[in-house]
């Protein structure tokens, strides 16, 4: 079994909508939480990081993290055409650099 | 947008052939990182350093080989290139003031073994 699981989409909305993306994971020492956005033919770019439980919320972007349910979701308000990448998770635990990688959701914003 | 570079952006090459990815980083981080990224799959860790003469194996096993002589590059190394090497090569830093130790990453290299 991954430690993380991701539903790699890919996922369409239309222009305007909410989405939701999500990730599982199975280790509980996991403590802190990235969400990575990453265009075509790009490296990733951090777009949200949560320590530990809660929620972050950034302009149009909401991170949530639930440790109870090891269950972590990405909000996206008013999506936009611009929206259009993959978006990975990542995780980490304390007191090392390595991060665990999710496979990645696709998602496209349609115009 | 963060400052690290890699090139070549994209390499085709024949089977046998050595070759080097390059990455720098100008941040003056510490940590470096190189992954491998297949269609539909996570980022795999291959390699990485947390500091000069500092390397790891990561993760996934990997031919490959990196060297860390200088802080800010992190060449990675196929020393007989294989199709099987085909894929998305990504390489990351990280500094050491960030509370979660943010990776940047670089554009990748895209490489096809013919």
């Known amino acids: 079994q991954k430690e993380v699981e991701q539903d790699p989409g890919p996922l369409s909305v239309p222009e305007g909508a909410i989405v939701s993306l999500n990730c599982t994971y199975s280790?509980?020492?996991?403590?802190?939480f990235m969400w990575y956005r990453q265009y075509s033919r790009k490296g990733p770019e951090l777009l949200m990081y949560?320590?530990?439980?809660g929620n972050k919320e950034d302009g149009r972007f909401t991170a949530q993290v639930d440790k109870s349910s090891k269950y972590i979701s990405l909000f996206i308000r008013d999506s936009q055409p611009s929206d259009s990448a993959t978006y990975l998770c990542?995780?980490?635990?304390?007191?090392?650099?390595?991060?665990?990688f999710g496979t990645g959701t696709r998602l496209k914003v349609l115009a | 947008e963060a400052d690290i570079y890699q090139t070549p952006r994209y390499l085709v090459i024949g089977t046998g052939k050595k070759i080097t990815l390059e990455c720098s980083q100008t941040?003056?981080?510490?940590?470096m990182y190189w992954y491998q990224q297949d269609p539909g799959m996570e980022l795999h860790l291959i390699h990485y350093s947390y500091g000069v003469n500092s390397t790891e194996k990561g993760d996934l096993s990997s031919e490959s080989t990196v060297s860390r002589i200088r802080t800010e590059h992190f060449p990675l190394t196929l020393e007989s290139a294989r199709p099987s090497h085909t894929s998305q090569y990504l390489c990351a830093s990280s500094g050491g003031y960030t509370p979660n130790n943010e990776q940047f990453f670089g554009p990748g290299t895209r490489l096809t073994v013919l």
């Open positions: 949560t320590y530990s439980s």
């Open positions: 941040m003056g981080h510490d940590k």
């Open positions: 280790n509980s020492a996991f403590q802190y």
């Open positions: 990542a995780m980490s635990r304390s007191g090392t650099y390595k991060y665990i």
